[in-house]
Nanobody, 121 residues
Framework: QVQLVESGGGLVQPGGSLRLSCVTSGSIYSIYAMGWYRQAPGKERERVAVIANRDNTNYADSVKGRFTISRDFAKNTVYLQMNSLKPEDTAVYYC???????????????WGQGTQVTVSS
């Protein structure tokens, strides 16, 4: 079993900051990439930021320069530092990890339960 547990969401005023965390645990052989996705009401889930091995990162255009993704390999944890938050950043944020659970296994995607981020005055 693989578990991803997010934390750090909440209510923040426009221009404020939040830091999301996601801890991965369970039967893990290797983690190839970790990332954050979000889904606003009535919209499809979209990729926010991804970080692969060797700290290769990729960001959605809408968050470039405001959000920073980072990873603690030893703790199997990924973070999302969100600055200069806007009302349009309001969504449920989901953690994702691409994981092999044993040597030679095809990597699969695993998801957290989601954490609500609300940006409002």
């Amino acid at each position: 079993q693989v578990q991803l547990v997010e934390s750090g969401g909440g209510l923040v005023q426009p221009g404020g900051s939040l830091r999301l965390s996601c801890v991965t645990s369970g039967s893990i052989y290797s983690i190839y990439a970790m990332g954050w996705y979000r889904q606003a009401p009535g919209k499809e889930r979209e990729r926010v930021a991804v970080i692969a091995n060797r700290d290769n990162t990729n960001y959605a255009d809408s968050v470039k320069g405001r959000f920073t993704i980072s990873r603690d390999f030893a703790k199997n944890t990924v973070y999302l530092q969100m600055n200069s938050l806007k009302p349009e950043d309001t969504a449920v944020y989901y953690c994702n990890a691409r994981i092999s659970i044993f040597f030679g296994a095809v990597p699969s995607d695993y998801w957290g339960q989601g954490t609500q981020v609300t940006v409002s005055s």
